[in-house]
């Protein structure tokens, strides 16, 4: 058994998990609906071999002398426990008790999976990884190769793994010199960032609470388009303007706070052998707004892009040496440095819908819980337009209010890229 330090990433999210444990933890899954002649015992067998061609997945973790440490079994494969029910209904409470539980992280287990039969031509697979050691991009990984062990593959015709996890901990921990000129421009940055006061529906608890609701909204074509175009324009990106469009609502549902930072994840593979892994490496940036003295959304545009360019070239510091290092104080009713984050997501890369005589989609499922007040995702903008999801702290915010945000959002999103030369000030005036 390989025993090793955990990496920075993991570092912050077992910080994370254990100040604020609520009753759920950060669990992220594949649930797809399997139609045709399953082979369930082919079907085991690939994700076993899923499991140990990534040491990540055989991961579970120990404290010595208080300090967390990872250790890697041998490779054993796992069990995918077959279970017949009876009907969607049941299928979607057994998906929900496995995406909404709390994983003991040190007695675990914290990768499971499982086959629902609802008849013997149509199944469910549900697999389920603790964030500590999962990603949003190891979910593409983990649906690729299962697809590819399923259809005959073997790992000799997998890409070589020349890292595992464990060693991109060890090399991590091996860079920390190299990164002490980035970590001070974080710090910098950072250290008197004020937390974002947004105007709350219900009196913030003491501790924290995991608990979310998921609301979708959809602009249509015509602005992605508009957003498209602004960016061109500006010389910067969707990303950018999106952005800039978000603080602005913030700035708003705070009665005016100008200062404020909002986190946004990067996918943190700085290396060509991270790609191909399972693992943690999604880093995340805490980006530091600016709205002081009234400015044309241009000017914060403007701003946003230095902000933006700045912190991707900073990207490898891990956020939670920045924590660290800043000495900030814990307090188990809010997140530190930042509440909300912006995201920018790519979902689409598993759903090609056919595996060999099987056709394969999603099943639906709920949402991850939130450890922050708010999080709010965008799909790529498309001939669809922008899909936007924004995932709430229940305990903080009603669902109306969240409606109102949504379209709040639109309208200055439309007004700003009609009028990118107008106030803040305007747009709330006009938009607000």
Request: proline share 6%; aromatic share 8%.
């Amino acid at each position: 058994m390989r025993v090793l330090p955990l990496s920075a990433l993991q570092q912050r999210f077992w910080y994370l998990c254990t100040t604020y444990t609520g009753d759920t933890s950060p669990i992220l899954f594949l649930t797809w609906r399997i139609r045709g002649p399953l082979d369930v015992e082919r079907w085991n067998a690939a994700v076993s071999a899923l499991v140990n061609r990534h040491e990540v997945l055989r991961t579970g973790f120990l404290l010595r002398d208080g300090e967390p440490l990872q250790t890697v079994s041998p490779p054993k494969g796992i069990d995918t426990e077959l279970i017949h029910v009876t009907g969607e209904a049941e299928a979607e409470r057994i998906l929900l008790s496995r995406t909404n539980r709390l994983l003991d992280l040190i007695d675990g287990p914290l990768v499971e999976s499982c086959l629902l039969r609802l008849a013997d031509d149509h199944h469910v697979w549900i697999f389920t990884m603790h964030h500590l050691m999962s990603d949003g991009a190891s979910l593409r990984i983990v649906g690729r190769e299962v697809r590819a062990f399923y259809l005959g593959g073997s790992e000799a015709a997998m890409p070589a793994l020349e890292f595992q996890y464990g060693d991109f901990a060890v090399w991590q921990r091996e860079q920390e010199a190299a990164v002490e000129a980035d970590l001070a421009y974080w710090c910098e940055r950072l250290s008197t960032v004020p937390p974002l006061e947004l105007k709350t529906d219900h009196p913030r608890p003491q501790v924290k609470s995991t608990a979310s609701e998921e609301l979708f909204h959809q602009m249509g074509p015509e602005l992605a388009a508009q957003i498209v175009q602004l960016s061109r324009t500006a010389r910067c990106t969707p990303f950018m303007v999106l952005f800039a469009g978000l603080q602005v609502v913030l700035w708003q549902r705070s009665g005016g706070q100008t200062d404020f930072a909002v986190g946004t994840p990067v996918a943190g593979r700085v290396r060509t052998e991270l790609e191909p892994l399972v693992g943690l490496f999604a880093n995340t940036l805490a980006l530091r707004a600016d709205l002081s003295g009234d400015p044309t959304f241009a000017e914060l545009l403007t701003r946003t892009r230095t902000t933006v360019i700045n912190a991707l070239k900073r990207q490898t510091v891990p956020f939670g040496r920045i924590v660290g290092r800043l000495g900030l104080p814990s307090d188990p009713g809010r997140t530190q440095l930042f509440q909300v984050i912006f995201s920018m997501r790519n979902d689409n890369e598993n759903k090609q819908p056919e595996l060999g005589e099987l056709h394969i989609e999603d099943f639906p499922h709920g949402h991850p819980k939130v450890l922050h007040d708010m999080v709010v995702d965008i799909w790529r903008l498309d001939e669809n337009g922008v899909r936007t999801g924004i995932r709430y702290d229940t305990a903080l915010f009603t669902e109306d209010t969240v409606v109102t945000l949504a379209r709040q959002y639109e309208r200055v999103l439309s007004a700003a890229v009609a009028e990118p030369g107008n106030r803040l000030s305007q747009l709330a005036a006009q938009h607000g």
